[in-house]
């Protein structure tokens, strides 16, 4: 008898690959439906023969970077869906989803980084499902790429079809990018213009540099030299106390 479940899940749920593991974990087994994120974690309507497998399938191989801290499945109405699909998501008024937080650049995006004939060669922001900031680019939840400071960067033909292909690993990754689209690096001086290098030939001069990341700003100088640490210790009133 097919049977049809509505299934409830919160924790590090978002930003984790979550979606893309269920559609294909449902394509596989043959379950028709819908997964969504929302702001109290995400929903899952799933019908047909192996629902009760896919239940618990969904919970006990669950994307490495996720982890669960509720858990709700119960019987619902039966529709007939005849395909599952990834749905817009749900915005309510209050949240109490986790964020995961920023990850580590992974092994096959390292290879890609590193390879002249990929298109993300030295591309400094690359990233995928299982990998890249999180935390750091979230405005508000449900963590969709319109609600992340991505969302005024256009993906291009290439990142886009990568982001809507359910067998690769940026299958809605919300900060997919690539040189053709996605955030650049540039070296500015104090005054705001821009200048050729990347800032080698400053630091080996004793210069400060404010690096901009996802999160925030670091501040680089080459440690080694006396004169650059004592700047910075004025500049941040730090005296003789460590850097953060």
């Not at 559609?23 to 087994?29: G, K, P, S, V, Y």
């Not at 899952?44 to 994307?63: A, D, K, S, T, V």
Request: hydrophobic residues 30%.
């Amino acid at each position: 008898m097919t049977s049809a479940y509505i299934i409830h899940l919160n924790g590090i749920v978002q930003g984790v690959g979550f979606r893309p593991y269920v559609f294909r974990l449902a394509q596989e087994m043959n379950i028709k439906g819908w997964v969504k994120n929302s702001s109290h974690g995400i929903y899952i309507h799933g019908e047909g023969e192996e629902i009760e497998n896919f239940y618990r399938r969904l919970i006990q191989e669950i994307p490495p970077l996720a982890k669960l801290t509720s858990v709700e499945c119960r019987e619902t109405k039966y529709y007939g869906f005849d395909q599952f699909k990834i749905i817009e998501s749900e915005n309510e008024e209050e949240s109490d989803v986790l964020i995961s937080p920023d990850i580590a650049t992974c092994k096959e995006c390292l290879t890609e980084l590193s390879d002249p004939e990929n298109h993300r060669y030295h591309y400094p922001f690359i990233n995928c499902t299982n990998c890249g900031p999180r935390y750091t680019i979230i405005k508000d939840v449900p963590y969709d790429r319109s609600l992340t400071t991505m969302a005024s960067f256009s993906m291009c033909k290439t990142c886009f079809q990568e982001y809507k292909d359910p067998l690769n690993r940026r299958f809605h990754a919300q900060p997919v990018a690539c040189p053709k689209c996605g955030p650049v690096v540039q070296l500015l001086n104090h005054q705001g213009e821009e200048i050729p290098g990347l800032g080698i030939e400053q630091l080996l001069s004793g210069e400060i540099i404010a690096v901009k990341g996802i999160g925030g700003f670091h501040l680089v100088c080459d440690a080694s030299n006396s004169k650059a640490v004592k700047s910075l210790r004025q500049r941040k009133e730090r005296g003789n106390k460590p850097f953060a």
